[in-house]
């Protein structure tokens, strides 16, 4: 048996079932859902880090497979094992990673998987380069790509103490009717306002609160004093 399959052994061996069925329905695998057919083993995301730290030397082709796996948990791991990888990586291999990623975006196919990877990958790469892929992910017609660029920013928010690029997103996706857009949205928003300046939050939203999606709002202004939430809720900023 080779380490492939020892890890797939491995995530069976921890497998709750009770809990798979759960987060089925949790993860919205229904059919016309956003999760439609996806496989959960019932793993919790701390024991796919211990799995992933585990099996962190896995090779870039075993990592394909397994993020190519109909089950959940197991392409989480494969992007934990990359998220580990880059984070040790020289230029070259996060570059590598960088590249394997957004040519894999399909398999990144939940909200979890991208919430735990984008940033610390793509927004990561993207510190200090240019940053208009971000721009076209945004525009695509894939529900997770557009999670991926707004996601990304978060690097940016937390270590950078820059917001640009996050207005900028926020602007391409401010209208999208999806909820799981609406709330990374307004989640990054309300992390400008928290890490960065609410000030400059502020600006953003004064001249755009009124007609932004409900959802975004409430996310972006969670942080605000009691009265200011009301304010901005009834329309009289």
Request: glycine share 6%; net charge positive; hydrophobic share 40%.
């Amino acid at each position: 048996m080779n380490v492939f399959d020892d890890l797939k052994k491995d995530v069976k061996k921890i497998a709750d079932p009770e809990k798979g069925k759960f987060l089925m329905g949790f993860f919205k695998t229904g059919v016309g859902q956003y999760g439609e057919g996806d496989i959960f083993y019932g793993l919790t995301v701390p024991q796919s880090r211990i799995l992933a730290l585990q099996y962190k030397d896995l090779a870039l082709a075993d990592i394909e497979r397994l993020l190519q796996s109909k089950v959940h948990e197991e392409r989480l791991i494969a992007l934990l094992i990359l998220v580990g990888s880059y984070k040790k990586g020289d230029e070259e291999r996060r570059k590598n990673i960088f590249d394997f990623y957004l040519a894999h975006t399909k398999y990144i196919n939940n909200w979890d998987l991208v919430d735990l990877s984008a940033d610390k990958i793509v927004g990561e790469y993207l510190k200090d380069k240019d940053r208009s892929i971000l721009a076209k992910l945004a525009r695509s017609d894939d529900l997770w790509e557009k999670r991926i660029a707004m996601i990304a920013t978060f690097q940016f928010i937390k270590y950078l103490k820059e917001y640009k690029d996050t207005f900028l997103i926020a602007d391409i996706l401010l209208h999208d009717k999806h909820d799981l857009i609406q709330k990374a949205v307004g989640w990054m928003l309300r992390e400008v306002g928290k890490r960065v300046s609410e000030e400059k939050l502020e600006e953003f939203l004064k001249s755009r609160y009124r007609t932004m999606p409900r959802t975004c709002l409430r996310y972006a202004i969670e942080r605000f004093s009691e009265e200011r939430r009301k304010m901005y809720l009834q329309g009289e900023i």
